[in-house]
């Protein structure tokens, strides 16, 4: 702790020197073997997803060194109002939202779309380990006190669910689970928790749109519509199969090549990487 508390002190040479450099590497090369496999999924040309994502990765490590030089202090001021402003966005979204795909997710700036659900999951991890960071541990285990931050949690999981967004909506409740249990929630309420919403599932279903109930029965049972919403995971285990144990080489594969695959370059990258893993 003493480290952050002088950590106003630092020159930028010591800071540097505190990164935890292990996880930056691992980023580095996770980030560089993404790179490589859109540019195997392009058919070994850097456009039209390579060259982007290099350029777009760039960007992201040095802003991702810029924030970790920052001094928390920082991140708990802007907590609260990049909450709000992300939250405003999220409203706009319902009322004036791009509609591409069949959902309304997006805001058109015109020189720049975007998806306020994304900023969401950050805005929602500062503004809730900000709550819990003002809070004791006796405070924490009162009830009454997990009431604002469940509010916090559930109301742009809520927004981003009419979109509709479930995926995204689930991933904001699941990161919220995971910082009130950081943050010292007991584990039987979480209990608690998963029994009420295993009750509420027979209600939950009948909310659910069309789409969303086809994707959950195909993913038990994808060979039940092989032509229509079974055909993408089809495919992927039809790709992954062809791959065997080593692949068939970089930029080899024939269900991503020859088209088979669907968003081979985002949804069905991890297939990409199963099917020319011979490298």
């Known amino acids: 702790m003493s480290n952050f508390i002088k950590e106003e002190n630092l020159s930028l040479t010591d800071k ?17 073997l993404g790179i490589a496999l859109l540019y195997s999924a392009g058919g070994k040309n850097w456009y039209p997803w390579a060259l982007p994502q290099l350029i777009r990765f760039g960007a992201g490590m040095c802003l991702m060194i810029g924030i970790a030089l920052t001094d928390i202090k920082v991140w708990l001021r802007i907590a609260v109002p990049f909450y709000w402003i992300v939250l405003v966005l999220l409203i706009a979204v319902e ?36 709550y819990f960071h003002e809070l004791s541990l006796n405070e924490i285990a009162n009830p009454f006190k997990l009431l604002p931050p469940t509010i916090i949690a559930l109301v742009p999981a809520a927004l981003v669910l009419l979109q509709p967004n479930l995926g995204t909506a689930l991933i904001l409740l699941a990161v919220s689970g995971a910082i009130f249990f950081a943050a010292g929630v007991k584990w039987w309420k979480f209990v608690i928790l998963f029994l009420v919403i295993f009750c509420a599932l027979p209600i939950a279903w009948t909310k659910l749109h069309d789409y969303q109930k086809a994707r959950i029965a195909t993913f038990l049972d994808p ?17 992954m199969g062809s791959g065997g ?5 970089f930029g080899q594969g024939t269900q991503s090549q020859l088209q088979f695959l669907p968003e081979k370059h985002t949804d069905f990258i991890f297939v990409v990487l199963s099917e020319n893993s011979e490298w």
């Open 16 to 32: 540097l020197k505190l990164l935890n450099w292990g996880i930056v590497f691992v980023v580095l090369i996770m980030g560089l």
């Open 223 to 239: 060979d039940k519509d092989p032509l229509g919403h079974g055909y993408n995971i089809l495919q992927s285990k039809i790709a």
């Open 245 to 249: 144990l080593t692949g068939r080489g």
């Open 95 to 130: 009322i004036m939202g791009h509609i591409g795909m069949g959902a309304q997710r997006w805001i058109n700036l015109g020189f720049l779309v975007i998806q306020p659900s994304e900023l969401m999951k950050i805005a929602l991890i500062l503004m809730l380990s900000k």
